[in-house]
């Protein structure tokens, strides 16, 4: 679940940055136009003379009006609603792994059960090569043929 609503946010989040762009402002500075991407950064880039508070205030402005499209289009697209709902799978995930690491294992197929949650979880992607990723999916499928010797012997 995490996992699909992660995809999903990023899906979102993609069309947004696509259609509105990230909020933003851009200035002059040195005779180069500077592009900023926070309000902070916009009043930290500028002096105290009048003329930079001038430019100040626009680079503000234009940064507000960017920033109420962007969240004018989340609205409608529900980009936060769904960057929540990935937050709240996957602390609900963290969770649930934390108590599976807790929960002794009472057979061979409880081991491989944890084994391929720390694998699923970890592991960039699945076949990864590095150290320790074909280690774990070697002792899963050990563990595996082991219970399947065990059932039919």
């Known amino acids: ?13 993609r069309k947004l940055a696509e259609t509105i762009g990230f909020p933003s402002a851009m200035i ?7 592009t900023l991407h926070s309000l902070k950064e916009i009043r930290g880039s500028l002096g105290v003379d009048s003329v930079d508070a001038v430019v100040r205030a626009n680079a503000e402005a234009e940064f507000a009006a960017h920033q109420a499209r962007w969240d004018a289009a989340d609205t409608e697209i529900r980009y936060s609603a769904a ?11 963290e969770a649930l792994l ?4 807790e929960t ?3 057979t ?22 590095e150290f320790p990723w074909p280690q774990i ?17």
Do not use: F, W, Y
């Not at 944890?114 to 076949?127: F, H, I, N, T």
């Open 137 to 153: 999916r070697s002792v899963i499928e050990d563990i595996a043929r082991i219970s399947r010797q065990r059932e039919t012997g």
């Open 98 to 101: 934390e108590e599976l690491s």
């Open 1 to 13: 679940m995490a996992e699909r609503l992660c995809r999903e946010q990023q899906r979102l989040e």
């Open 104 to 106: 002794p294992a009472t």
């Open 83 to 93: 960057m929540l709902a990935e937050h709240e799978a996957a602390n609900r995930a």
């Open 28 to 34: 002059l500075s040195n005779g180069e136009s500077v």
């Open 108 to 129: 061979l197929v409880g081991v491989a059960a944890k084994l391929d949650a720390v694998l699923k979880e970890g592991q960039p992607s699945e076949d990864e090569a």
